[in-house]
């Protein structure tokens, strides 16, 4: 883990808090380098663990950049960095990870930001236009009182590459997808990036793969889902490997709590299934993936599962742990 201090801290758009982080002894432990779509775990004030994009260029070596929409329904992530955390504060953060880079063979990038999903897609602009290479970049909000960055994006670089399109705006200015999708099918090597909410991003993959887009060219992280807990889901087991502890999990219970009802921990971060880092092999049984990290074809060789989410097809889950 970092120490890092927060050195800025603002709000911009409606509900966004921005924060700038820098390192709290640069000559003993300076910053990691990051590459664009990367992402940090911070530890909150409040004991929660949440993971932010950061959204500043991935030349900065003195900070890091995130920012954090104030969610009504938050589960305590975003209200603690609204309201506890201040100009100041120290704070541990992990070292930047990235489940979401660029494609560096890329003959073109499209870019699609739906609300605070902007925050990767920002850093990828800012790489795509430092290195000169040709992207698009369209972004949606409900209003531009909820466009985050609106003035940085309008004062860089790339300003002429990004199109906004509001939900409350006419419809000439709204983003009309499958025209877009339709424009570039025929291209070589044209990859597309989205991030923004479940909805969003359900809309954006699944036209894409309608319009004949092929999976390995379409490029996605969610920064939160909706969990699937049901008290009607079939009760199942898992077994511990390392010593054979048979536990069960009831309908509408986490395998992660319930192994913790037996003193057997799990590590957990964001608990809905994007994050990966829960991830847990499976020796033995079917798993039912309902997380949103895992690729299609690691849901299809069932050697690993997120106990935070998912649950189990076969009576017994074997895990190695």
Not at 108 to 135: C, K, N, Q, Y
Not at 148 to 154: C, D, G, K, P, W
Not at 170 to 195: F, I, M, N
Request: negative net charge; charged residues 20%.
């Amino acid at each position: 883990m970092l120490q890092v201090r927060v050195t800025r801290k603002s709000m911009d758009a409606e509900d966004v808090a921005v924060l700038e982080l820098a390192s709290v002894d640069e000559e003993r432990q300076p910053l990691p380098a990051f590459s664009a779509g990367a992402h940090i775990d911070v530890q909150l004030p409040n004991g929660l663990v949440r993971q932010y994009s950061l959204c500043n260029s991935p030349a900065d070596s003195h900070r890091y950049q995130i920012g954090v929409l104030r969610d009504s329904a938050s589960r305590g992530g975003s209200t603690a960095v609204h309201d506890l955390i201040k100009e100041g504060t120290t704070l541990e953060i992990s070292s930047p990870r990235n489940h979401f880079p660029l494609a560096i063979e890329a003959s073109h990038s499209i870019l699609l930001a739906g609300g605070i999903g902007v925050t990767p897609i920002l850093s990828m602009a800012e790489r795509l236009s430092a290195i000169d290479a040709p992207f698009d970049f369209h972004y949606c909000t409900r209003s531009l009182q909820c466009t985050a960055f609106h003035s940085r994006i309008l004062a860089s670089a790339f300003a002429t590459r990004v199109s906004f399109h509001h939900d409350d705006g006419d419809e000439g200015q709204k983003l009309h997808l499958r025209e877009l999708l339709d424009s570039h099918r025929e291209a070589t090597g044209v990859h597309l990036y989205v991030c923004g909410p479940q909805g969003f991003l359900d809309w954006v993959i699944q036209s894409a793969e309608a319009a004949g887009w092929p999976a390995a060219q379409l490029h996605y992280e969610y920064f939160g889902a909706e969990v699937s807990k049901s008290n009607s889901d079939a009760e199942f087991e898992v077994q511990v490997s390392s010593s054979g502890l048979l536990v069960r999990v009831l309908g509408g219970q986490s395998v992660v709590e319930a192994l913790a009802q037996h003193g057997v921990q799990v590590e957990t971060s964001c608990e809905q299934g994007v994050c990966g880092t829960c991830v847990t092999r499976v020796l033995r049984g079917t798993p039912d993936h309902r997380d949103h990290y895992l690729t299609a074809q690691e849901h299809a060789a069932n050697n690993q599962f997120m106990p935070c989410c998912s649950r189990s097809k076969s009576p017994v889950l074997v895990l190695d742990l």
